[in-house]
């Protein structure tokens, strides 16, 4: 257990933090940490790190890094404030940064392959009789000083194979198909895996139960103080333990990998990728974009109806269904099609206001949510008011954030009355936190760009 510090002289305060609300974070992209299932992130530390930046009040800025070595490199350069993961604290890695209490704890096991008639490799049932067998590991983890102290300990050294570029479970796969033969993981991790290779064996402990904690910049104690404080408080929550269950040891795990929109393994985001795929090229855009916008809307259920009347896919209003030939019977193909060809519409009448459009996205989200009038409203609240109208944050998603009181909405400019800004204000921030985990996670076609 680490010792809590007072806060010294950080380099990079929780003040910092705030100020720029957001804290940005590398993660691994696998089957417990971080990954999308159905169209929805999920994770172990994923559901972690989302509840410590709400009690920060700031965004969860999340980097996809597999690379361990690259990730510290990332945290000692300052591009990233944390390093959210499973890390042991070695001798090394404690003089070069700061670590956090644990957030959970883990042994070390073996991963080996169950003798079948295929394959006569003996079970090793004794870590000392590693000697002269290769060991397939990650670069940079703990598992190569575990792996190195076991070696002295063993009649004949142990055969460490370092690779880069690589994910743990990638490597036990390759144990799974043969193409290896051993390779070390973290117990939690190693029995999710058993649940999707049973011929693997994950009985074999090379390490006693060790601390998992996160990494800072070494100096960031302000920082480190802080998420401390409420790991401690979190981990005795019920929520904690809802979250630890539900990615180590529930039985929905096996069905929720095999399922087809298990990206992690399949790819697909959900069952209409090649539609959406089709209609983001009518307009240019990324399919994964439409795909986060599709998310948020109706969450892929084509029968999903709103309180006010929006259905469909693309949760389209009747009156602008009726614009573009649809209604409540029309097909899939035909309600994706109409809402992109309301977002081509929106799209043009922005392109004749906008003059700075590099804050387009926002504008014509934020337009297809709640209307194009009430963004026009704020613009021009923004202008009356000295402010940028072609900026959107701070400036134009402020008045439309305000646009619910009546020293904005009654203001003379406005021509469009009472809006709830804090819907398409929420609503934009959430499309482009779905998109970022998609592009995460999400490879891009090669003919599909971002407009």
Known sequence: ???????????????????????????????????????????????????????????????????????????????????????????????????????SQSKQVLIQRIASKYDSLPIINDKLNLGNKEIYIQHATSYVESLDHLSKESSYPIIIKKLDNIEVEELIEQVSNGEIDYTIADENVAVVNKNYYPNIDV?????????????LRKGSDELTTAI????????????????????????????????????????????????????????????????????????????????????GLMQLMPETAFR??????????????AGVAHL???????????????????????????????ILDARRLAKKNGQNPDLWKGSVDYYLLNKSKPEFYKDPVVKYGYCRGKEPYNYVRKILSIY????????????SSLE
């Open 203 to 215: 009985k074999l402990e090379i390490t006693p139960p060790q601390d998992m904690c996160w990494a």
């Open 1 to 103: 257990m680490i010792r809590l510090r007072q806060p010294e002289k950080a380099v990079l305060g929780l003040k910092h933090i705030k100020l720029r609300g957001k804290l940005r974070v590398s993660t691994d992209y696998n089957s417990t940490n971080y990954f999308i299932y159905k169209g929805r992130a999920m994770g172990f530390q994923y559901e972690l790190l989302n509840a410590l930046a709400k009690e920060l009040n700031v965004k969860l800025e999340l980097k996809v890094e597999n690379d361990l070595q690259s990730a510290f490199s990332s945290l000692e350069k300052g591009d990233i404030d944390l390093i959210g993961m499973n890390l042991a604290i070695t001798k090394d890695r404690q003089e070069r940064f700061n670590f956090t209490i644990p957030h």
């Open 344 to 374: 081509k519409y929106l799209s043009r009448r922005l392109d004749k206001v906008l003059v700075d459009k590099t804050d387009k996205l926002n504008f014509l989200l934020a337009s297809y949510n709640v209307g194009l009038g009430h």
């Open 228 to 311: 401390n404080v409420w790991l401690e408080g979190f981990k005795k929550t019920a929520r904690y333990n809802q979250i630890y269950l539900k990615y180590f040891l529930s039985s929905r795990i096996e069905r929720r990998h095999n399922s087809e929109y298990f990206t992690l393994k399949s790819g697909k985001i959900s069952k209409y990728d090649d539609l959406i795929k089709k209609n983001a090229k009518t307009i240019d855009w990324d399919w994964r974009l439409l795909s986060a916008l599709i998310s948020q809307e109706s969450h892929f259920d084509p029968n999903a109806k709103s309180w006010v009347g929006a259905f």
């Open 324 to 337: 573009y030939g649809v209604d409540e019977d029309s097909c899939v193909e035909e309600n994706v099609r």
């Open 436 to 447: 970022n985990h998609y592009e995460n996670t999400v490879l891009l076609d090669e003919t």
